[in-house]
């Protein structure tokens, strides 16, 4: 299989824009660059005038990278069906199940109709608001990792010695 392919950088353009000052043909530069002789030929159409200017070039890619339309696998028909579904009171949990239950073709995980949520700014519909979890600070398993677990729980080994005395009495019972 081929090389995965790589967007040009500005600096390769400017050397583009340096071979063709030079006369390079674009299977000669695409040798010089590493690169395939189709995409220096697609980067010299994209000129207008037979002049390949570097700067220009790639600030057309950014606005057309920019403006490109994202694949969403929400489309138009699954938002309405949605929505409505969120006014109900049901979860994305359970918008999920349902669809996929009912075998939808174009069936959503849970994860991206909270996405959809999101972008769409729906947070509003969601019949429970989750709050966002913080991380502890110098807590672990419930102890102060600042007092040691010990130290800050004493009381939690309190019970602990009757219970291995009962063990070691029932032991010995078994075994004599």
């Known amino acids: 299989m081929g090389n995965q392919y790589k967007q040009l950088t500005i600096k390769e353009r400017y050397q583009i824009e340096a071979f063709c000052t030079l006369g390079f043909s674009a299977r000669k530069m695409a ?10 030929s697609r980067e010299l ?14 600030q057309q890619v950014h606005l057309r990278r920019r403006d490109a339309a994202k694949y969403h696998k929400c489309s138009a028909i699954l938002k309405e069906v949605i929505r409505p579904l969120l006014v109900l009171g049901l979860s994305p949990e359970q918008i999920a199940g349902r669809m996929n239950i009912e075998t939808v073709s174009n069936y959503l995980s849970c994860n991206t109709i909270y996405t959809l949520v999101k972008r769409e700014q729906w947070q509003h519909l969601l019949a429970r608001k989750v709050k966002s979890c913080k991380k ?4 672990e398993g419930g102890c102060n990792l600042i007092t040691g677990p010990l130290k800050a729980r004493p009381f939690l080994f309190a019970w602990l010695a009757p219970v291995l005395q009962l063990a ?3 032991i010995a019972m078994f075994v004599s």
């Open 136 to 139: 502890r600070k110098l807590v």
């Open 168 to 170: 070691r009495l029932s």
């Open 45 to 58: 159409a994209l000129c207008p005038d037979d002049k390949y200017c570097a700067e220009m070039s790639h």
């Open 31 to 40: 040798t010089e660059l590493g690169r395939s002789n189709k995409t220096i």
